[in-house]
């Protein structure tokens, strides 16, 4: 039986990365740049990678694409490792950093890579799907940023993968291109392939996802519909000039979800901001030079892995290798 | 071998217009610049072979292993942009890739091996239809260690330092080869020359005295080279998967 189920995995099979961790050598000791990642995705599912730079996305990223080796546990994709599963033609995908080759035309540049699959769109359809036939006869070294990002794209799509992968793609585009791009991605998404894609933009995971995987300091801290990775991370901070109270109390109080204090200043995480400033203000007339921000993404993710010595060490780390490699 | 794929790499590199005219030119111009003013020497050095004929195929040696070794140069300049990592996730399989790879250098280093020939003619080279089939498959034989050595460095070098190091080691191989004069009859020299491979390559013009151009030792040579290159071609590609 295990012989058969080996040959033709269950229809049903995703996308499985189990126990995922991978360590890069680095200047000051090793960098744990994915540190334990379980996550399964259902085919058909579109699901955003979410978290600030140096979550771990890209790293992750490439581990299901079989770029990488991870260093202890497993992926599975469509019941076979990434290797299988490239050489089928069955992923697609487009990788943070890239530039095209020259001395070919966009059209000839996809045809090329079109006849490496062994079912790929026809390469007409691929160019109007990405918007790129309009310039399909310039030549690659002659495009500018946002066309480059569609043929990059166009280049994913002809192959027709079964999972569809992009690693932040839409850094280089403008609002307009942005636009286009996930308009593209979503009718492709419509034919029920499975897509994943990396971003740092909570908009887009919220526009575009199903679901959203939160990632922090190479850890998944959240997993979820995109709705409720929105209540989580969608809180503000209020923060107000207040000495010498107790920040135990000021955590009790409606509105408030915890507080914490930094010198002469409190900063209070709400759950209700309106609630918790007229709370503040009845029990704690003296509270003054009060701001009440909408937590930054990367504010949303500290609440949720607790900003733990370790992890604002491995964050500087972080961004230390993002620098060597930039 | 995936044939559109191919199609598309060696017409991409057709296009590539400067690259093309230098690696083409520049044997040629030597060849006329060193060969004109002596092309009536029949006998070059006591070697028997003619001036116009030893400096055919030392330029073709020159000629050639320089187009073999651009493809490392190609493979570095698709290094650095990301590309390979772009082909890493598609079916094609490394062993397909340098297939091509070294199929497009073949194709440079035929042109540039086929101008020669011409330019040489042109001069008052002359042989037997066999010969020249002859000498033409040695050389592309000769070429096949320079091919590896072409992968093993686009996969470890970036663009910028593999220019000085194809530009110094073409160099240096010529040199200890006999390209650009016949070694010594003996000594250090002569005998350095007979574990290099563009020497071997160079001697391909020994098919105009008759006899095997190569000795068994030429063959041993070059299948030695053969194998060590293309080993550690292999260990460096295997090496090179991350992001540069």
Not at chain 1, 211 to 236: F, S
Not at chain 2, 36 to 58: E, Q, T, W
């Amino acid at each position: 039986m295990s012989t058969i189920t080996a040959e033709s995995p269950p229809a049903t099979a995703g996308i499985r990365l189990s126990g995922l961790v991978k360590t890069f050598p680095g200047p000051d000791g090793p960098i744990r740049a994915v540190r334990g990642i379980d996550v399964e995705i259902a085919p058909g599912e579109t699901v955003a990678l979410l978290g600030p730079n140096g979550a771990g996305k890209s790293t992750t990223i490439d581990m299901l694409l079989g770029l990488l080796a991870p260093d202890e546990g497993s992926v599975s994709v469509f019941g076979r490792s990434p290797a299988e599963a490239v050489a089928r033609g069955s992923i697609g995908g487009m990788l943070q950093t890239g530039e095209l080759i020259r001395d070919l035309s966009v059209g000839e540049l996809v045809a090329m890579m079109a006849s490496l699959y062994p079912s790929p769109l026809r390469v007409e359809d691929a160019l109007e799907l990405s918007g790129v036939r309009e310039f399909a006869a310039q030549r690659t070294q002659k495009l500018s940023g946002g066309q480059t990002q569609r043929v990059r794209l166009a280049i994913a799509l002809v192959s027709d993968p079964q999972l569809l992968v992009l690693d932040e793609p839409t850094v280089a585009l403008d609002v307009e291109g942005r636009r286009a791009f996930w308009a593209t991605m979503r009718a492709f998404a419509a034919r029920g392939k499975t897509v994943v894609f990396a971003t740092h933009y909570l908009e887009e995971a919220d526009a575009y996802a199903d679901r959203a995987v939160l990632m922090a300091h190479g850890a998944v801290v959240a997993d979820g519909p995109t709705t409720e990775i929105r209540a989580r991370v969608g809180t503000r901070t209020l923060r107000a000039t207040l000495p010498g109270v107790e920040v135990g109390a000021l955590g009790g109080l409606p509105g408030v979800s915890s507080a914490e204090r930094r010198g002469e200043a409190v900063v209070l995480r709400c759950s209700d901001s309106d609630v918790a400033i007229r709370a503040l203000l009845s029990a704690y007339p003296g509270a003054r030079d009060i701001e009440i921000a909408a937590a930054g993404l990367e504010e949303a993710f500290l609440a949720l892995t607790g900003d733990d010595h370790e992890g604002a060490e491995s964050r500087a780390a972080d961004q230390t290798r993002r620098g060597g490699e930039a | 071998m995936p044939l559109l794929y191919t199609r598309y790499e060696l017409l991409r590199t057709l296009r590539n217009r400067r690259f093309f005219l230098l690696s083409l030119g520049f044997p040629l111009v030597l060849y006329f610049v060193i060969v004109s003013p002596n092309r009536h020497v029949r006998n070059f050095d006591g070697s028997g072979i003619s001036f116009a004929l030893y400096y055919m195929v030392g330029l073709a040696t020159f000629g050639t292993m320089s187009a073999m070794l651009s493809c490392g140069a190609r493979i570095a300049a698709e290094r650095a942009v990301g590309w390979n990592r772009q082909l890493r996730i598609t079916p094609l399989t490394p062993r397909a890739y340098f297939r091509v790879k070294v199929l497009t250098g073949y194709m440079i280093a035929l042109i540039s091996l086929l101008a020669l020939y011409a330019a040489g003619a042109s001069l008052g080279v002359r042989l037997p239809a066999a010969e020249w089939l002859k000498m033409t498959a040695l050389i592309l034989v000769g070429l096949i260690p320079f091919a590896a050595l072409g992968i093993m460095l686009g996969h470890m070098l970036t663009p910028d330092s593999i220019g000085p190091a194809m530009g110094g080691g073409i160099s240096l191989l010529a040199l200890l080869g006999g390209v650009w004069f016949p070694l010594p009859s003996h000594g250090f020299l002569h005998d350095l020359g007979q574990y290099i491979p563009s020497y071997w390559l160079a001697r391909a013009s020994h098919v105009a005295l008759g006899g095997a151009a190569w000795s068994t030792m030429g063959w041993v040579v070059m299948v030695a080279w053969t194998v060590v290159l293309g080993a550690l071609a292999a260990r460096a590609y295997r090496r090179d998967t991350g992001r540069i």
